[in-house]
């Protein structure tokens, strides 16, 4: 009970702090979306890699040799997300499944099942793609990934010239798209 009434009063007070920000730093995104409205179905479901942006580079290697990346996020009982993540990498499909904590009172932060990893999500109208999501990732060494979904397989230009243009804002100038050469993997393909 005190934990919860603490995280409000902090998640509160970054509130507060995140207003704040949004009028020094005008491209930022609005208050990203509590784990109650991404428990919904609006945001469950299949979601299709469209674009990652990262402020460093060298983050981009281990996407490099990935052809498309497709996310199934289900609902678990335990106030959980499982999100399994289907990668292409050459003619290879690669399955990785994940539990995130999708906690009310650690709203809007997903936390990895090994708390190594804390995840946002933004809805696409921040760039103007109703249809998509940002999502980005802190990862236990700070690196820190922005990454973009699509629920459709084809995304439009403008949608990704917007991701980039308000990425490049916030200085994360380096960006990949998928090449989607060999198309995705479907979950039930993967290994």
Do not use: H
């Amino acid at each position: 009970m005190i934990a919860a009434t603490l995280w409000g009063l902090v998640s509160s007070v970054m509130g507060l702090f995140y207003v704040g920000l949004q009028v020094m730093v005008p491209c930022l995104p609005p208050a990203p979306l509590s784990t109650s409205v991404i428990n919904t179905d609006e945001y469950t479901g299949t979601w299709y890699f469209v674009a990652a942006a990262v402020w460093d580079e060298d983050d981009l290697k281990t996407l490099q040799t990935t052809d498309s990346i497709v996310l199934q996020i289900q609902k678990n009982s335990d106030s959980t997300l499982k999100v399994t993540e289907t990668m292409r990498i050459g003619d290879a499909c690669l399955k990785n499944v994940t539990n995130y904590y999708a906690l009310p009172a650690t709203s809007p932060f997903l936390f990895r099942e090994d708390f190594d990893t804390i995840a946002v999500i933004w809805d696409g109208k921040y760039i103007n793609c109703p249809t998509c999501i940002i999502m980005l990732y802190v990862g236990e060494d700070e690196e820190m990934n922005t990454f973009l979904f699509s629920r459709d397989e084809k995304t439009t230009e403008e949608a990704i010239q917007e991701f980039k243009s308000k990425t490049e804002c916030l200085l994360m100038e380096d960006m990949w798209r998928a090449p989607l050469k060999n198309g995705y993997c479907k979950v039930d393909d993967s290994a």
